[in-house]
């Protein structure tokens, strides 16, 4: 009877497991090295644009993240502190709350110097193979993967110095 019990919980577990991240990418995280997809956007200011035309021509720092979540907050202090450190850093924030919860005022209170747009029904992230918050993609200036940065990165330097060398590509 025990162990019968204890194969339901561990059955329920995988199952809920498998389908805690569907509509979140599936875990097909997009590789370094592949064209990041091209995605039209309007961001948190009611600006339109796509991912190609967004600073064309210079590497981007695409950054999904949740309002909620204490590594995102974590992430966008440090992020916050890279970009004072180097204002050439260029970085696109995806919301990707389910719910807006006051997106902009957040943006506004964290005083963050970029952009943000709000992905609800998760369409860019299912294109990136994104399946938690933060999870970050460094471009090139051509859109291709060069790093990909998976939870709070805590790698300051390594992503300021990775940023600097696509710079002068």
């Not at 990041?36 to 600073?55: H, I, M, R």
């Not at 952009?115 to 970050?136: C, H, M, Q, R």
């Not at 990165?153 to 390594?158: L, M, T, V």
Request: aromatic share 12%; with cysteine.
């Amino acid at each position: 009877m025990r162990r019968a019990i204890l194969s339901i919980l561990a059955l329920s577990l995988i199952a809920f497991a498998s389908t805690a991240f569907a509509g979140m990418g599936g875990g097909n995280i997009l590789p370094v090295g592949g064209a990041a997809p091209d995605f039209q956007y309007k961001d948190l200011d009611g600006n339109s644009g796509s991912l190609y035309e967004f600073k064309k021509g210079e590497p981007l720092l695409l950054v999904f993240i949740q309002r909620t979540c204490r590594s995102c907050q974590r992430e966008m202090e440090f992020l916050k502190e890279a970009k004072a450190r180097n204002e050439g850093l260029n970085i696109l924030g995806v919301f990707i709350d389910a719910v807006d919860k006051n997106l902009q005022n957040y943006k506004h209170e964290m005083g963050l110097p970029f952009n943000f747009l709000w992905d609800p029904d998760l369409e860019i992230a299912d294109k990136y193979g994104v399946t938690f918050a933060p999870t970050s993609f460094l471009l090139d200036k051509n859109r291709v993967i060069s790093k990909v940065f998976r939870g709070w990165s805590r790698q300051e330097d390594e992503l300021e110095s990775d940023f600097k060398v696509l710079s002068t590509k």
